[in-house]
């Protein structure tokens, strides 16, 4: 009975849900990224290029089939998705990051060496360095 309560804790620890609602919605929002793309933005692409569907691109050499069509497509779709975190989840959670939080005071730099030591500290431990109060 100990291992089953122990295996119910694990599963009620705070990260590792939060870590399921993360994969769910990243794979939700890939696929919303993914509809995008070859909705509309392959669309405005092939406006320029002339082919809407890059997945039929291949070329063939010494009998060997290469498609790239389907890369294009898949680097569309990173470049895509990697835009949408930078600008949706981290340039907005550094300018959070940069109002709400608060510096940590218990904490110095040393001048010296830079490595981070207690704020009381007169000797850095890692450069023993004698610190100005």
Same mark, same amino acid.
């Given at each position: 009975?100990k291992?089953?309560?122990?295996?119910?804790?694990?599963?009620?620890?705070?990260? #590792? /849900?939060?870590?399921? @609602? !993360?994969?769910? $919605?990243?794979?939700?929002? +890939?696929? #919303? /990224?993914?509809?995008? @793309? !070859?909705?509309? $933005?392959?669309?405005?692409? +092939?406006?320029?290029?002339?082919?809407?569907?890059?997945?039929?691109?291949?070329?063939?050499?010494?009998?060997?089939?290469?498609?790239?069509?389907?890369?294009?497509?898949?680097?569309?779709?990173?470049?895509?998705?990697?835009?949408?975190?930078?600008?949706f989840?981290?340039?907005?959670?550094?300018?959070?990051?940069?109002?709400?939080v608060?510096?940590?005071?218990?904490?110095?730099a040393?001048?010296?060496?830079?490595?981070?030591?207690?704020?009381?500290?007169?000797?850095?431990?890692?450069?023993?360095?004698?610190?100005?109060?």
């Amino acid at each position: 009975m100990k291992t089953l309560s122990e295996f119910k804790a694990f599963l009620m620890q705070g990260n #590792l /849900v939060a870590m399921a @609602v !993360a994969f769910v $919605i990243g794979t939700v929002f +890939a696929e #919303l /990224v993914k509809a995008l @793309v !070859a909705d509309l $933005i392959t669309p405005i692409i +092939a406006l320029i290029f002339g082919d809407p569907n890059f997945g039929n691109l291949s070329f063939t050499i010494n009998s060997s089939h290469f498609a790239y069509g389907d890369f294009i497509n898949a680097a569309i779709t990173f470049l895509s998705v990697a835009a949408a975190v930078f600008f949706f989840v981290v340039k907005p959670y550094e300018g959070f990051k940069q109002r709400f939080v608060a510096e940590d005071t218990s904490v110095k730099a040393c001048p010296e060496c830079t490595s981070t030591i207690p704020a009381a500290a007169r000797r850095c431990p890692q450069c023993t360095a004698v610190l100005a109060d």
